[in-house]
Every structure is written in structure tokens, then in C-alpha cells.
């Protein structure tokens, strides 16, 4: 009689485990269906396009390797693929030391309206990137900007950032430190509220300037973070593309035309999907790259 009672308790037993697993399987199928039909199936599709002559039309012949060999052998691609490197090495570093500056600034508790400040640093990712774009568009706009307004009041001449290549670059990582910065703020003031504050005080008693914390104490225990800061705005500025493409549009002629810019105007201007498809595949390795570098290296971290 027991032993049959103990086999029923472990039958509903297992019966509820089951049911368990299939709510839980219900309440995770919108994100798998989403995951599978937004992200997996592009990606399946952009993998045989790549192989392909396709147009974007009737077009479309299995065509091989060829798009992948045409691509490393075009100057084009290594243009742009250049550009886009030098726009990560010149705005990474600089989004790295404004955010910084920003969270040793903001993490303190005892400035008054902390955070009415925190939300005003914060307040461009609540934005779209298209309206970034025109925001900074009206501000650096060559014939109504509001820089060249105030320039010409002044007496000065006027910056030509719609022609001149340089002022142009200039203008998209502007545009892109001020819009990555909040997220990376908040990053490194969770990472300073961490740090101990008697550590910061025996330094200070043992006579340490701010300079020598900051140095000595503050920045090493950023170190793990910093890295994932690194890496994330690297990811984050070779798939720039709406922001820079309502700024600039990629000009003045390539000047400003990053990765995303060359597949798109590959694929949708030119109707070479299966080559700007290639393209595709190949930047998304180098992003599979960098999130793979990424994951090692807070896996470390957490260690």
C-alpha cells in the first residue's frame, strides 16, 4: 500500500515538473518566435542572397563564392571598411573619456539636482537616431545652423560641413559621443559606487592627490568594465547608420559613408543585394568577433 502511494506522489510529482516546463516553454515562445523570424531567418536568407547575383527584382543565379572574391578585391570595400575603422578609433576613445568624465561627475549623491543631470546626459538614447541626426543636422546645417548663425553674427566665417570632408567626419562623431554617451555613464557610475570609500580615504590620508587615486586606485577597478565599455561602443560604431545617414548622408561623397552606408546603397541604390549581402556576412564575422572578445573578457572579469 505504501509503495503504491509513493509511486502516485511521484507520478503528480512529475506531472507538475512537466507542467512547469511547458508554461515556462509558453512563456518563453514569443521571444524564440521573435528571435527565430526577425534574426535567424534574415540571416539564413542573407547567407544564400550572398551567394547569388541577386537585384532586388527577378534576378537571382546561384553565382557561388564569387560575390566574396569580388569583394576582396574591391577598393571600394576597403575604403569604406578603413573609414569606418578610423571613425571606431577616433570615437571610441573620446565617447570612453566623456562618458567617464560624466560618471566621476555624476556619481556623487551630494550635487545638488544629480539627477535632473543624470537624465539630461541620459536623455539622447531616449531618442531615435533619425531624430539625433536632424537635431545635429540643424546644428551644424551650412546654410541655417545654428553654428554657422552664430559664427556669421560674430563676424567669422562661416564652416563649410556639408563640403568639407573633414568637418563632416567631425560633425558624425560628435553627433555619435552625444548619443552614446548616457548608457555608458550609467555603466561606470554602478561601477564607481562600488569602489571602496575607505580605500579612497586611507589613500587620501596617505597623502595622495586626486590624481594619484584616480590613477592608482579608481581606474584599475574600472578596468573590467572599461574593457566591456570598449568593446560595446566598438560594435556599437561599425553598425552606425540612421544617425549618420540624416546627418550627412554619407557625405560630402564617401566621406562619411561608413559600413552600414555601403550595404545600403549597395543593396537598395545600385540593386546589388547578393554583393552588398556578401558584404553583409563579412561585417557581421567581424562583429561576431568583437561580441565573442566581449564575452571573454566579463567572463574574466566576473572570475
Known amino acids: 500500500m505504501m509503495k503504491k502511494m509513493n509511486e502516485a506522489a511521484v507520478a503528480r ?45 527577378k534576378q537571382m543565379d546561384f553565382v557561388g563564392l564569387d560575390n566574396y572574391i569580388r569583394l576582396f578585391q574591391d577598393s571600394d570595400f576597403y575604403s569604406t571598411l578603413w573609414r569606418t575603422v578610423l571613425y571606431s578609433v577616433v570615437s571610441v576613445p573620446i565617447g570612453y573619456i566623456v562618458s567617464l568624465g560624466f560618471g566621476m561627475l555624476l556619481s556623487s549623491e551630494k550635487i545638488k539636482g544629480i539627477t535632473i543631470l543624470r537624465i539630461l546626459i541620459y ?22 545652423g545654428l553654428i554657422n548663425f552664430l559664427l556669421d553674427s560674430a563676424g567669422l566665417p562661416q564652416i563649410h ?28 557610475i554602478g561601477a564607481l559606487k562600488q569602489i571602496s570609500t575607505e580605500l579612497v580615504e586611507a589613500a587620501t590620508l596617505d597623502g595622495a592627490n586626486k590624481w594619484q587615486v584616480f590613477w592608482n586606485i579608481t581606474l584599475p577597478h574600472l578596468k573590467p568594465v572599461s574593457f566591456m565599455v570598449i568593446i560595446l561602443s566598438i560594435i556599437g560604431s ?44 563579412v561585417l557581421f564575422v567581424i562583429l561576431l568577433i568583437l561580441s565573442f572578445v566581449q564575452t571573454k573578457i566579463s567572463d574574466k572579469a566576473s572570475d
Open 13 to 57: 510529482k512529475g506531472k507538475g515538473f512537466d507542467t512547469r516546463q511547458a508554461w515556462a516553454f509558453a512563456f518563453c515562445l514569443p521571444n524564440i518566435l521573435f528571435f527565430l523570424i526577425f534574426f535567424v531567418a534574415p540571416a539564413i536568407v542573407g547567407v544564400w542572397y550572398s551567394l547569388t547575383n541577386y537585384n532586388g527584382f
Open 123 to 144: 536623455w539622447p538614447i531616449l531618442l531615435s537616431t533619425i531624430m539625433v541626426g536632424l537635431t545635429w543636422r540643424w546644428i551644424f546645417g551650412e546654410s541655417f
Open 161 to 188: 560641413w556639408a563640403t568639407d570632408s573633414t568637418a563632416a567626419f567631425i560633425t558624425t562623431i560628435i553627433a555619435g559621443t552625444w548619443s552614446g554617451c548616457g548608457t555608458n555613464m550609467l555603466i561606470f
Open 238 to 281: 561599425f553598425k552606425v547608420f540612421a544617425m549618420v545617414q540624416t546627418l550627412t548622408n554619407g557625405g560630402p561623397g564617401t566621406a562619411t559613408t561608413y559600413m552600414i552606408q555601403y550595404i545600403y546603397t549597395t543593396g537598395f541604390t545600385r540593386n546589388r543585394v547578393g554583393y552588398a549581402s556578401a558584404v553583409s556576412m
